[in-house]
């Protein structure tokens, strides 16, 4: 099953939050994951501006944390833009918006705590 991580499960699950329950965890390590370009963006802002602390740069935290978790980057495409426009605005978060509008898009279960996803024609999971 194929998952796209919202910023916040991606971070929670690579740095052991507990916010990540086991079963949650199991459900993130047991599937096929993807975190999109546009959460790694905005965690290049955060950590940009002070208000993500990574403990490594940057590049490193990437680097380290994508490729040997498994998880495969999202590029965003033209059809997701496309899927964006057509968005109600239940959801403000722009950053949120382009996951909802990729979730559409590729018909892919989006991994988060945010309820607000749930109005939107996606499958969400949280424990």
Known sequence: MKQLLDTHTFLWFVMGNPR???KLRSQIEDNENFVSIVSIWEI???????KLNLEVPFD?????Q??????????????HLKVLT???LHH??????????QA???????????SVFSLYPVQRIWE
């Open 20 to 22: 990540i329950t086991p």
């Open 44 to 50: 290049a802002i955060k950590s940009g501006i002070g």
């Open 60 to 64: 490193d935290f990437i680097d380290r």
């Open 66 to 79: 994508i490729v040997p978790n498994g998880i495969q980057i999202l590029d965003i495409k033209l059809e």
């Open 86 to 88: 057509t968005l109600p």
């Open 92 to 101: 403000r978060d722009p950053f949120d918006r382009i996951l909802i509008a």
């Open 104 to 114: 559409i898009t590729e018909d892919i279960i989006l991994v988060s705590v945010d």
